[in-house]
């Protein structure tokens, strides 16, 4: 092959590459608008997990501030967390305890309640947090009601995230998530996840999400966004210093 030949089929190949990943990026941007909508949002979550034999075990309230720029707040609303806060700046974790006057580091995979991670509740951008590739077009769900769907691979592209690896199935027609494989960093299977939307025939957003362990115990946990509403919070809220002093955030 020509030199010149090379170089041309070189720059054609990046440009169908560089194009292909926009590709990727707008297909997830779509997605997350099912489960978030917009930047700096409060959504009251409840979270329950369900035995093996489908009796509820335990379940716990939580309200959410999803903020710009890879922010968010988690304050625990149950008796037996009440007060209890989580905060997300970046790759950051923190839990601050009531009653202490420190914030005590943790990773987004320490868990909240059931299979229900930091991360899992905290953030919720795959545009932001990974890159991916499309692996190819499948059908999802049983035979009489299996759709078009693409699925595509993600990979971390920060730290701060509960999984390295996603597989992810969204539907071909509007971009909406179906489902998901949840891989850690030793690259195990660790979750499965069925998202749950508002209405199968037109949906608008994720109602629910529903994660089963593939690990350990193989319970079923539920997170069910109950109310969204826009709500960009105070930033001194966003302040680990701040929160350690145990502040009235309501």
Known sequence: MKPVQALWLATLLTAASAHAADDVVALLKDADRYRTGQDNLQVETQVTVFNRDGSADKERRYTVFVQAEHKSLVLMRSPAEQGQKVLMLGDDFWLLMPGSQRALRITPSQKLLGDASTGDIATMSWA?????????????????????????????????????????????ARHEPIKA???????????????????????????????????????????????RQPKAVPETWLNPMFLARNPALD
């Open 128 to 172: 932001q947090d990974y890159t991916g590739t499309l692996a190819g077009e499948e059908r999802c769900g049983a035979d009489a009601a299996a759709q078009p769907c693409l699925h595509l691979s993600l990979v971390a592209a920060r730290k701060g995230v509960t999984y390295q690896r996603i597989e992810l199935w969204i539907a071909k």
């Open 181 to 227: 494989d949840l891989f850690v960093q030793s690259d195990k299977l660790a979750k499965q996840a069925r998202f749950v939307l508002d209405n199968p025939v037109a949906p608008t957003l994720v109602t629910e999400m529903v994660l089963l362990d593939q690990l350990s115990n193989h319970k079923e946990t539920r997170v069910r966004y109950v109310s």
